[in-house]
Structures are given as C-alpha cells and as structure tokens.
C-alpha cells in the first residue's frame, strides 16, 4: 500500500551544528494519516518542503530513517525548489485552495495568464514526478491513496503507468460549487476533473462536498463521472491519543502559564475564555472572529474584567503576500482590541503565534466556549478536539460553514461566518450557558466528534477501495 500527499509526516531543520531536527508535519492531512502506524508497512511518497528537508534528502536518498518517522516507511521526493515553488505556492495554494474555499475578492482576481500557465507546466511536472516515484514504489496490484488538491492529476497519470493499480485519491477541502469551479480556464478545469477521475475511487469529507464534485464534473464533462466510484468519509478526532497526551507534563506547565495570563475577576474567580486555535489561514476567518469579540465587549460591558479571548494563530503558508498581509492584521486587530478595552490587570484578547502543540491543548482543556468560525472548511479538526479535551465542558460556537458541521449540527451554536453581529451574539449566548448542560452537551460532541477516528477513517477507505461494490454514500 502506499500513499501520497505533498506534506508528508516530518519536515526537518538544519541546526548550527550540521546536524538535522525533525518535526511533525501540521494540518488534518498529517493528523489523520499518521493513524496508518508503521505496521501497515505502507510506503508515504511526500515533497521535500523545505531548505531542511532538501538537506534531508541529500543525505538519505529520499528513504526518511524510521527514528524520523516513528517507524513510517517515507520516500521524500526532491523535486527543484523552482519547480515546487510554483506548483504548490503558485497553483495548489494560491488557485486550487482558493477555488474550493472561494477566497477570491472576484473584482480583481483570478486572472489566468501566460504565468499562470507557467505555474500550470509546473503543477504538471511536479504531479508527474509523484506518478512516477509511485509507479517505481507499487507492487503488482498495489493500492495507491492519493491526498489532496495539491496532486489532482496524479490519478490519471499513475494510471497511464500502471494500469494493473487500485487508485484512491481522498479531498481534504472543501469541493467548489460548479459556477465558482468553472471561473478555471475551461481546458484547466477538464483536466483537474480527469485527473481525479483516474482514480478507481475519490473521497471527500462530507457529502456536500462529493455532491459539489459530482455536479462540477456534470456541468463540465460530458459523461459526468464515468465510472469512478464517490464516498464520503468524514475524518475524526482520536479520542485516545488527545486525552492521554493532554495530561502530560508539558501541558499542565503550559496550563500553568496560561491561567497566569488570562487572571481572576473582580470578585477573585478565573476569568472565562472564548478560545480558537488555527493556522493563520484566510480560511480560518480570524478576523471577523476578533471584530465579533470586540463586538461583543462594546455591546455588553457587563463581561469587562470577566473574560479573556485567547487566540492562537499559527503561522501557514508565509511565502504569500496574502498570508503575511492577513497575519499582520491579525496582531494589529488583537492589539487594537486590547488597547481599547483592556486595563492593567486585563487583557481581553491573549495572541499567541508561535507553534505549540502542548499550549494548543493546555487552550483546549480550559475553554469555555471554542470558536470555530471559518468562512468554509474542508472538516476542521479543531471543532472535533476541543470537547474531547475540555476539562469542565465548553460550548462550541461553529460555522455551518465547516465540514464538521453536518455531523455536530445539533449540539453548537451554529453561525454564519460572513456575520459579525451574529457571531457576537453567539458568543454571549455561549457564556451564558448552564455548566450542567454545558457538561452534558460536550460529552455528546465529544461522542460524535470521536466516531470515525483516523485509523479506522483510513482502513474503510482502503477497504471501500478494495472492495468492487458501487458504495455510492452521497448525503
Ligand atoms: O488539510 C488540508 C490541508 O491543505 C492539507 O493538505 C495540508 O497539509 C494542510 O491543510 C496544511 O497546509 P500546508 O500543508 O499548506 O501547510
């Protein structure tokens, strides 16, 4: 078995001394394959990423040592930088992932030019350095997963190689409605839709999401989607692993620390939180979550001195002006927010945006509310940690927006992502709630957030693959 995905499991870093440090790769894509364990014994074809990781491969061959990768089989494919640049940054990033989360400020953008086709030769010839690397890696009838837009074209082309393959290709973002899709060059569009459907089969997150490729690849292809088999497998939290790691040591330090900065109130109580945890995606809406927390304080002052936003914004994707210009409003929102309300023992909103997973789950267990608010979300992992983490319970404030919101609809506060007051109302509602049905509904979360964690998300996926029956599962 092997899979594929641009990001693979580690991405390393030169230290001073020549020597190298790796590090778990970020994001739903890494958390939900890392479930496959080395005892699968499949092999995970990934793009070196970085300096680092180009270093890596020099060194090794492209074969990661399993004390890298706790013991995961990685062939690590180093394609020229230029080349990766401009597949990745210029395509997969900046149109791909903007066509599917329909991030485009349409009066300006897109504009599909002679660069652009360059960045297309370029997506071209890294999805064909993937194939190939595959088609070197598989064994006879072997069954191949291919992750993400990032690698929309390999299907087809593996396919062309080895026929013999049993191909698998699963979407971890969202899936453009047809009339946002076909804003792509007509020819472009026909050869994403193709590429996927080289696969024996396609998966997507939700059936929203697999019912908006079906209607692209109708509006688009003349037989629609041939005979590629449609499912949808809704990536979960793993219980087990979050609860345990949750209550080591280097969380309960950063538990510590936390409590410090978010204080007491007037009458001596720890003040409330409202806590979000993201990469710096524009995506994620970050922004209007801040402008909806300063809503919220200006129209009820009442919460002044009592509760503190804490926000982590993790860096993602800093090679786009677009990302550095977002995470610099980022911070000035924060402060703004901060100078306007706070007071010397109060600070209304505590940024962090440095990495860390340990803090990310110190944030978790002592969350009163979670704001989860993106503009659109493939699923969004978050959603689904949170109540399995949250010491005393937490009330969910989501976008129905997010993938996660067909499966925990009945248990969150629900909002429009675009609307501000709404979500500021929503985030009164939240700190109102009762601790007792507070506890209650995040057990019910917590249940619905852990029912398909990531080992069995992925072995139905190669078993639905593996198996011939039309399991057509569109919601
Ligand atoms: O989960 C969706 C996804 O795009 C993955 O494909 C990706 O690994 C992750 O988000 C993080 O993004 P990036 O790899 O670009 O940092």
Known sequence: MLVASNRGPVSYTVLGDGSMRAKRGGGGLVSGLSA??????????????????????ER???????????????????????????AYNGIANSVLWFVHHMLYQIPLEPVF??????????????????????????????AVLVQDYHLALVPGMLR???PDLLIGHFSHTPW?????????????????????????????????????FTACCEAVLPDGTGGTRIG????????????????????????????????????????????????TELSKNII??????????????????????????????????????????????????????????????VLHVEDDFARSLAAYRLADVALVNPVRDGMNLVAKEVPVVSDEGCVLVLSREAGAYEELADEVIAV?????????????????????????????LAAAATALPPAKWFLDQLSALRSDTNDDRLA
Request: hydrophobic share 40%; glycine share 10%; aromatic share 8%.
């Open 36 to 57: 496959i364990g080395p005892d699968a014994d499949a092999v995970w074809v990934c793009a070196a990423l970085g300096d680092g990781d180009r270093v890596a491969v």
């Open 60 to 86: 090794t061959g492209g074969r990661l040592p399993s004390e890298d990768t706790g013991g995961q089989r990685v062939r690590m494919l180093g394609i020229a930088p230029e080349v990766h640049a401009a």
């Open 113 to 142: 030019d002679a660069e652009f086709r360059q960045q297309w030769a370029a997506y071209e010839e890294y999805n064909a350095a993937f194939a190939r690397a595959l088609a070197e890696e598989a064994a006879e009838g072997a």
């Open 160 to 162: 062309e190689l080895r």
């Open 176 to 212: 453009a409605p047809p009339e946002y899709f076909r804003m792509l060059p007509d020819d472009i569009a026909e050869q994403v839709l193709r590429g996927m459907l080289g696969a024996d089969r396609l998966g997507f997150l939700t059936g929203r999401w697999a019912a908006a």
């Open 232 to 279: 949808v497998h809704g990536l979960g939290a793993d219980g087990d692993f979050l609860r345990e790691r949750a209550h080591r040591e280097d969380v309960d330090e950063r538990l510590a620390v936390l409590r410090g900065q978010i204080g007491t109130d007037p009458e001596g109580r720890p003040r409330r939180t409202i806590v979000r945890v993201d990469r």
């Open 288 to 349: 209007r979550g801040l402008l909806a927390y300063r809503q919220f304080l200006a129209d009820h002052p009442e919460w002044h001195e009592r509760v503190v936003h804490i926000a982590f914004a993790y860096p993602s994707r800093q090679d786009l002006a677009v990302y550095r210009d977002y995470t610099a409003e980022v911070s000035r929102l924060a402060a703004e927010v901060n100078s306007t309300y706070g007071s010397l023992g109060w600070t209304p909103v």
């Open 416 to 444: 429009n992502p675009y609307d501000v007051t709404g979500t500021a109302a929503a985030l009164h509602t939240a700190l109102g709630v009762a601790p007792e049905q507070r506890a209650e509904g995040t057990k019910r």
